[in-house]
């Protein structure tokens, strides 16, 4: 079974699907296969040189992605330009890997984790999803807090993505991130336990 993980900003996505590793699941992660489109030398990154400027670049020739999102998060033409530039070399790449597991169907379940698997329509790559999910007040605090960012900068990434109730609405499990971490693993458990057996 490949289970998709998705959730907003700051949802803790990636603490549940580490989770799901340390029981034995094998995580493609959405983000890892971006930072590898987009290595220095790599067609991806002349394109988005060539879309937005040298500015995007750090000294030593790598993506300055602090500085593509404060770009992308503030104009939505902008992070439309990206996601067009981006999104199918992850598509392309994601597709890959996931087939190369299936194929070797060694692991006893895929998590394949991506913060914008509804909105790039990603779905179609798994056999189910699951949201996590969390109160908006403690996403705010915890986003700030991770990326040390004032309330403006933090609401307007939140305020960025599809909302939450969307996502909840379309998923096929949520597990709720509000709390404390040990109420999560009881929910990871559960799952867990679930899906292995299906």
Request: hydrophobic share 45%; proline share 2%.
């Amino acid at each position: 079974m490949v289970l998709g993980i998705t959730g907003n900003i700051a949802s803790g996505k990636s603490s549940v699907a580490a989770e799901f590793a340390r029981r034995g699941a094998v995580v493609v992660d959405a983000d890892q296969l971006a930072r590898e489109v987009v290595a220095v030398g790599s067609d991806t990154l002349r394109k988005l040189v060539a879309a937005f400027g040298d500015d995007i670049l750090k000294k030593n020739g790598d993506l300055d992605r602090d500085r593509l999102g404060q770009m992308v998060f503030a104009d939505v033409q902008v992070r439309a330009m990206l996601n067009c530039i981006i999104h199918p070399e992850i598509a392309k790449r994601s597709a890959e890997r996931l087939q190369e597991l299936r194929q070797n169907g060694d692991a006893p379940m895929i998590i394949y984790e991506a913060p914008l698997l509804f909105e790039v329509g990603a779905e179609s790559r798994v056999d189910k999803v699951l949201v996590v999910k969390i109160d908006k007040r403690e996403q705010l605090a915890r986003l700030q807090a991770r990326d040390d960012l004032d309330e403006v900068s933090a609401l307007l990434r939140i305020d960025s993505q599809m909302s939450q109730a969307e996502k909840v609405a379309r998923a096929d499990f949520v597990i709720n991130n509000s709390g404390d971490f040990a109420a999560t693993l009881q929910q990871v458990d559960s799952l867990w336990q679930q899906l292995i057996t299906l």
